[in-house]
Nanobody, 119 residues
Framework: QVQLVESGGGLVQAGGSLRLSCAASGRTLSSYKMGWFRQAPGKEREFVAG????????GYGDSVKGRFTISRDNAKNTMYLQMHNLEPEDTAIYYCAATSRSRITYDYWGQGTQVTVSS
């Protein structure tokens, strides 16, 4: 089992920045991939960004490329999502997730953190 706890959401004006954190516990993550997803009211869940915990790959959804950066701190077992130039369309609940690198489906999810961008 992997436990994931997000933090760092909040209310920000358009053009502002936020950094989300996802603290992981329960297993060694070296063979895992982790991702950030978001879901806005009335919309499907959307992939935002992902990485291999051991390094070698990061990926981003088209809507956030060039504005968001995913990273992790091995010592703290924490993943981050640095968000710049936020837009009202970025308003959503943001979730972190984890799964084995060999799997497509993410098995472990956090409870989510709300990000609201005002215009």
């Amino acid at each position: 089992q992997v436990q994931l706890v997000e933090s760092g959401g909040g209310l920000v004006q358009a053009g502002g920045s936020l950094r989300l954190s996802c603290a992981a516990s329960g297993r060694t993550l070296s063979s895992y991939k982790m991702g950030w997803f978001r879901q806005a009211p009335g919309k499907e869940r959307e992939f935002v960004a992902g990485l291999w915990w051991s390094g070698g790959w990061t990926g981003y959804g088209d809507s956030v490329k060039g504005r968001f950066t995913i990273s992790r701190d091995n010592a703290k077992n924490t993943m981050y999502l640095q968000m710049h130039n936020l837009e009202p369309e970025d308003t959503a609940i943001y979730y972190c997730a984890a799964t084995s690198r060999s799997r497509i489906t993410y098995d472990y999810w956090g409870q989510g953190t709300q990000v609201t961008v005002s215009s």
